[in-house]
């Protein structure tokens, strides 16, 4: 099964930390993602750039609308993922907890939904 494990955390308090502590959080995260490929479940990880660099988009009555960001009045925010192969919720959890994000926020896992008719992807 496809897992996407989506990490929030506060933006605010992220961009405070010493630029020693985000670079050790970034060092064991790309350790999580190559534990991962070893073990045959790395799929796909990235950090994302801050929400107000973003854009949110909505159509309505065929029109498009752009805003941008930030967009939910919250102070956590999606700041990365991890997409994995794992055999069950319980062992996709336990991926979650060792990413470095859990401790600054929490890790949201979430199973794909495999559908038909989409293209292959390595």
Do not use: C
């Given at each position: 099964?496809?897992?996407?494990?989506l990490?929030?955390?506060?933006?605010?308090?992220?961009?405070?930390?010493?630029?020693?502590?985000?670079?050790d959080?970034?060092?064991?995260?790309?350790?999580v993602?190559h534990?991962?490929?070893?073990?045959?479940?790395?799929?796909?990880a990235?950090?994302?750039m801050?929400?107000?660099?973003?854009?949110?988009?909505?159509?309505?009555?065929?029109?498009?609308?752009?805003?941008?960001?930030?967009?939910?009045?919250?102070?956590?925010?999606?700041?990365g993922?991890?997409?994995?192969?794992?055999?069950?919720?319980?062992?996709?959890?336990?991926?979650?907890?060792?990413?470095?994000?859990?401790?600054?926020?929490?890790?949201e896992?979430?199973?794909?939904r495999?559908?038909?008719?989409?293209?292959?992807?390595?």
């Amino acid at each position: 099964m496809k897992f996407l494990l989506l990490v929030h955390h506060n933006e605010t308090a992220f961009a405070e930390m010493r630029d020693t502590v985000k670079r050790d959080m970034l060092a064991e995260s790309v350790q999580v993602t190559h534990d991962l490929h070893a073990k045959g479940q790395y799929l796909g990880a990235a950090p994302l750039m801050p929400s107000a660099m973003g854009a949110r988009v909505r159509v309505r009555d065929g029109e498009a609308s752009v805003t941008d960001g930030p967009f939910v009045e919250t102070h956590e925010h999606i700041a990365g993922y991890f997409l994995i192969h794992a055999e069950s919720l319980a062992e996709a959890i336990k991926v979650a907890a060792r990413i470095p994000g859990a401790r600054l926020g929490y890790i949201e896992v979430r199973q794909v939904r495999e559908i038909d008719g989409l293209p292959e992807t390595n």
